[in-house]
């Protein structure tokens, strides 16, 4: 007989929704903002509009990944890689912060730690929760 899948605590709906709409509204700049997303992509990274392009997809089919309870951990595992392969772009502006003028260089430094924060939110909210009653022998 198959098990019923563990309810999502408030917490979790809650990361989700989060991680959902940071997705969707990223995903969608990648394609209404192309130029703009295209200044930050480091000049050693080639092909900078399919970069921008081809992140926002997988942005997009991330967050729809979050909805669907079957895929919900590999869309994790996806976006958790994506988060990680766009950290080069958050280094370029910070390490460049000249090319940037409209954002504060505060703004500049946080977006690492946010990264790390979203790291850790996508983990959390992806992973299967635990079931309560359980004992491991």
């Known amino acids: 007989m198959p098990v019923p899948p563990t309810p999502l605590g408030r ?8 991680l959902f709409l940071w997705f969707l509204i990223g995903g ?9 997303e295209m200044r930050i992509v480091p000049p050693y990274i ?20 979050l909805l669907w309870r079957p895929v919900r951990r590999l869309a994790g595992w996806g976006l958790f890689a994506l988060t990680v392969a766009v950290t080069p772009a958050h280094i370029y502006m910070l390490q460049q912060p000249e090319l940037f003028p409209s954002v504060p260089y505060g ?7 946010i990264q790390v924060a979203l790291l850790a939110l996508i983990a959390w909210c992806t992973s299967p929760p635990k079931r309560a009653g359980l004992m491991h022998r």
């Open 11 to 18: 917490g979790r709906v809650a990361g989700l929704a989060f």
């Open 28 to 36: 969608i700049a990648h394609f209404a903002l192309t130029e703009t």
């Open 46 to 65: 080639p092909w900078p509009r399919a970069a921008v392009l081809v992140s926002g997809v997988f942005e997009l089919l991330g967050a729809a990944g």
């Open 107 to 113: 703004a500049l430094v946080l977006r690492l730690p």
